[in-house]
Structures are given as structure tokens and as C-alpha cells.
């Protein structure tokens, strides 16, 4: 495995003509990566963050529902990447024109998203089974937008048909400007390691920049997957679910000053943890229901988390389930329980 002492920092990606500093992006994530998550993502130190994957044919619908998944609030510090899932490639393009006119920085593809009801319509991870397919629709996007194009992707459908150096040299050819790729096939969902050799592979193949993604959950892991695969950026995900300080972690390893610091203790635990929960309060947009996964996805991992989420889970209304992590939050300090950040 190779050392930390042979890393540098590196520098901002670049795609196309949208400047990634740092080279740290929060992925796209269902249910999770709404406009309050991706400003906490940016304000901790994202270098770019993406919408959830967004239903081309709801945008073409003009639903107000969908094109909510693709506003932003409260203004970005950096670039905002919204993802687009469907199959027919003229359908994607004209989405695709509408988010550009809509001033949208970057459009991305969703080739990678496992869950069957994706799949099944021929979008997604089955877009992996025909690359042919797939290059036609990013090509019928960069024709209908002057904005970067990029796609996320797994590394194949399953081990038997592992084809991601393939999809990426289609894709390179097609047009595409980034390419991020997960480290797991498909059928693998989110079960065992990402195998990080054939993002490596894939970034040997192509000139375009590859974007690592799978596994990566402290700074010393996001420099791990730089040295081992030669990628121009790491993508976070699911670590960053209850965690966004992962991102300042990482940009403070690399060399790049991060908006906000870690928490260092459990009252700064606590009020970040409630200012990202006021913001879904006072916007009253959000369920109880919705307020509670916020809150477990936080304690995960913490002292008495099971106590916590089993309280939870009894409640039916958002203040009563503030106040229950409130004093959740200061029973672990009158026990001089010790708080741990993210670690290296």
C-alpha cells in the first residue's frame, strides 16, 4: 500500500469549465442530499456537492416536487451537480437543456444507482449492460447543453461482468467531462469493499478526470484511494450521513483551509446538530418522520445510540424528539463520556 508520505496536495479539479477546490464531493444520495444538507456539506468543505438523482421525466412534467429536488435555498459557495436518472436519451438531453436554462452548473448521469425500481426501468446500474446505450445518451446531452456532463458509475453489474475500463473509454469518446466511479458492481449494492484497482484501471484507460468513490470515511482513507488509484478527486457518500465535518477533515489533511472546523466536543456536536435540524423545523417542509432518520443518522456510532434511536422511534413530533437528543446530548456530558471526530 503506498504511504502517506508520498502525497502531495493536490490541486483543484477541473471539469470542463467548473472548478472543483477542493477536490472533495459529497455525492448524490436519495432522501439525504436536499438543498440543507448539501449547504452543510459545502459550508464543512465540500468542493462540490450534487442533488439527489432527479427523474427526467418529472422535470419534462414541470412537477413542482421534482424541480424542488434541484433548487437551492440559500446560495452556494460552490458548484451544485444535478443528477439526472432515466434511459431515452433525447427525453435526458431536453432535462438536461432545462437545467442549464435554469442555471445549473453541471449535469451528471446516474449509471450507477442499484435499487431495483432504477433498474428495472432501464436506467441506473442496467445502463452499465449496454455502453453503446450509454454513450448515446451522453451524447445527445453534450449537444444539448454548453455545461459539463458527467456520470456516475459502478464498475460493472456483477464480478462476471466487470466493464468499467470499457464504459469509460465509450464515454471519454462520447463527450463526457468527469466520470465517478463507485468501486462496487451492482449486484453488490453496498455489502463488502469497494475494489478500488478498478478505478485505478479506468484512470489508466482515459484522459478525462475519474472521481473515486466507495469506502472512503476519514482523511486517511480519502488520501489512501489518491495514492492507489491516481484519481483526480474523491467523492463521499454515506460517510458523510450524520458527519459532514468529514469534509473540513480532509481539506484540513490536504492543505486547504476549510470553512468551519470539526466539532471538538459535544456541545459543538450538539449545536451544529441543531442548527442543521432548525433549518427543517422553520422550514416546515419536512415530516417528523423525516427529522428522526436526521437524528439517528447523527448519533449512529455514538455512546448509547440504541437508547437514543428506541426513544425515537416512540415520538410522533419534532420537538419532542429534539428535546429527547437535547438530553440524550447532555447525559453523555454529565458522564464525562469522551467525543471523538472524525478520525485519521
Avoid at 462476471?160 to 468527469?178: C, F, K, M, Y
Wanted: proline share 7%; with cysteine.
Amino acid at each position: 500500500m503506498a504511504q502517506d508520505s508520498n502525497f502531495s496536495q493536490p490541486g483543484p479539479l477541473t471539469i470542463g469549465d467548473v472548478e472543483v477546490s477542493p477536490p472533495i464531493l459529497l455525492a448524490p444520495m436519495a432522501g439525504v442530499t436536499d438543498d440543507i444538507f448539501r449547504s452543510l456539506a459545502a459550508a464543512n468543505g465540500a468542493g462540490m456537492v450534487t442533488t439527489e438523482m432527479v427523474s427526467v421525466e418529472g422535470l419534462r412534467r414541470s412537477q413542482p416536487t421534482t424541480w424542488k429536488l434541484c433548487t437551492q435555498d440559500a446560495p452556494l459557495s460552490v458548484p451544485l451537480a444535478v443528477q439526472l436518472f432515466g434511459r431515452e436519451p433525447g427525453a435526458i438531453a431536453q432535462a438536461a437543456g432545462m437545467l442549464e436554462a435554469n442555471g445549473v452548473r453541471v449535469v451528471d448521469i446516474n449509471a450507477g444507482c442499484p435499487v431495483k425500481k432504477v433498474a428495472k426501468q432501464g436506467a441506473g446500474a442496467s445502463l452499465l449492460r449496454d455502453p453503446d446505450h450509454l454513450a448515446r445518451i451522453v451524447e445527445s446531452v453534450k449537444q444539448a447543453v454548453s455545461i459539463p456532463v458527467t456520470v456516475k458509475l459502478r464498475i460493472g453489474w456483477n464480478q462476471e461482468t466487470i466493464n468499467v475500463v470499457e464504459v469509460a473509454q465509450r464515454l471519454e469518446s462520447a463527450g463526457a467531462d468527469a466520470l465517478s466511479i463507485h468501486g462496487r458492481t451492482a449486484v453488490q449494492l453496498y455489502s463488502g469493499t469497494a475494489d478500488w484497482s478498478w478505478i485505478q484501471n479506468a484512470k489508466r484507460a482515459v484522459k478525462i478526470p475519474i472521481i473515486g468513490n466507495g469506502d472512503v470515511s476519514s482523511p486517511g482513507s480519502a488520501t489512501r484511494m489518491m495514492l492507489e488509484t491516481g484519481c483526480d478527486g474523491v467523492m463521499i457518500g454515506r460517510a458523510s450521513v450524520g458527519n459532514p465535518w468529514i469534509f473540513a477533515a480532509i481539506a484540513t489533511k490536504w492543505g486547504f483551509l476549510p470553512p468551519v472546523p470539526p466539532p471538538t466536543g459535544w456541545a459543538d456536536f450538539h449545536s451544529t446538530v441543531r442548527s442543521h435540524l432548525d433549518d427543517y423545523v422553520s422550514t416546515k417542509r419536512k415530516p417528523a418522520g423525516h427529522c428522526r432518520q436526521v437524528l439517528i443518522r447523527y448519533s449512529k456510532g455514538r455512546p448509547d445510540s440504541a437508547r437514543l434511536r428506541a426513544e425515537l422511534y416512540g415520538l410522533e413530533r419534532t420537538e419532542e424528539m429534539l428535546h429527547a437528543f437535547s438530553e440524550w446530548i447532555d447525559d453523555l456530558i454529565r458522564r464525562d463520556l469522551p467525543f471523538e471526530a472524525v478520525g485519521g
